[in-house]
């Protein structure tokens, strides 16, 4: 098993900044792509951000250019700071990750940190 423990989320003002953590632990041989996800009320869960061990990332349009996804190897932690922040970047965000065990993909998912911007 992973476990993935985020922190980082709060109350930010429009045009404000965050960068939020995600540390896994547990059984972490063999991660390949960490990265972040975002729910809205009433909304789907979507991708904000994710980033392969290798270091190749992808994002979703809505964040390109306001958000930046790193990751620590080392440290078995993956961030993202944001910046430029706007009231529909609210959300919770949870952290993912996935690695593979004997050819199977498992998918191991944070308990989430609530991020809210005021306009």
């Known amino acids: 098993q992973v476990q993935l423990v985020e922190s980082g989320g709060g109350l930010v003002q429009a045009g404000g900044s965050l960068r939020l953590s995600c540390a896994a632990s547990g059984s972490i041989f063999g991660i390949n792509t960490m990265g972040w996800y975002r729910q809205a009320p009433g909304k789907q869960r979507e991708l904000v951000a994710d980033i392969t061990s290798g270091g190749s990332t992808r994002y979703a349009d809505s964040v390109k250019g306001r958000f930046t996804i790193s990751r620590d190897n080392a440290k078995n932690t993956v961030y993202l700071q944001m910046n430029s922040l706007k009231p529909e970047d609210t959300a919770v965000y949870y952290c993912?990750?996935?690695?593979?065990?004997?050819?199977?993909?498992?998918?191991?998912w944070g308990q989430g940190t609530q991020v809210t911007v005021s306009s």
């Open positions: 993912n990750a996935d690695r593979k065990v004997a050819g199977v993909p498992y998918f191991y």
